[in-house]
């Protein structure tokens, strides 16, 4: 079996396990709320942001508030994101960029959205891929991780644009933006950082188990 059929065959276990492939984060469908917890979330749990976001965009609940917002208000919200003072700066800059730059609507382009502060690739991956279903890749700490494992990527590979290069040839590109998500959710459940559950794994038979 070649590495792209193996590939499309994890993709195809990973459906099964998960039909509904959801973002971790609870941005309720609004681009402008994905953007700012893709800011949010570098170094910091999907979870912790999920919460502090609940907060924040109960009192700053449109992105002409959160652009009119003081970033100290901002980062009263986002303390315990980390980095808070850089994030809020960002987040702030973004959201005065998308209104008078983007009449309020978010770029569609990976060049676009790589001069918005504080976004890199993974977030820029996440947005075309969760916004406008653009095929992409999104490399976070999981994906990286589990390709690594599973023999899709280079064995401690650890750099996210390598990875992400290394994963667009042989993932469908239909599947690509699902498949993120759906590693993401593996991750947690099975192939956890410290201790994978490779007994019982439903991967086990597709996995180069490299860890």
């Known amino acids: 079996m070649t590495k ?6 994890i993709v195809e276990r990973l459906e099964q396990i998960y039909p509904s492939a959801e973002c971790a984060l609870e941005y309720n469908g609004e681009p402008w ?17 999920n919460i502090v976001c609940e907060e924040m965009f109960k009192h700053l609940p449109t992105l002409e508030a959160m652009a009119e ?11 315990p994101c980390g980095l ?28 676009e959205l ?34 690594g494992r599973m023999g899709l990527s280079p064995k401690g590979e650890k750099n996210p644009y390598k990875v992400e290069k290394a994963l667009v040839p042989v993932i469908p590109k239909d599947k690509q933006v699902d498949f993120c998500h759906r590693m993401v959710w593996f991750g947690r459940e099975y192939c956890t950082a410290r201790a994978p559950k ?6 086990s038979d597709l996995c180069k188990k490299s860890i």
């Open 69 to 79: 917002a003081e970033v100290q208000t901002i980062e009263d919200f986002v303390k």
């Open 33 to 49: 709320k994905l953007l700012v917890m893709g800011i949010l979330s570098a170094q910091c749990t999907d979870k912790r942001v």
């Open 4 to 9: 792209k059929e193996r590939a499309k065959a």
């Open 114 to 147: 790589l001069e918005l502060p504080g976004v890199g690739r993974k977030i820029a991956n996440l947005l075309l891929g969760d916004i406008f279903r653009i095929p992409s890749i999104v490399t976070d700490t999981h994906c990286i991780r589990l390709s």
């Open 84 to 111: 808070y003072k850089t994030k809020a700066k960002n987040i702030s800059a973004c959201c005065k960029i998308l209104i008078e730059k983007y009449n309020g609507e978010l770029p569609r382009t990976m060049e």
């Open 198 to 203: 490779c007994d019982g794994c439903p991967l």
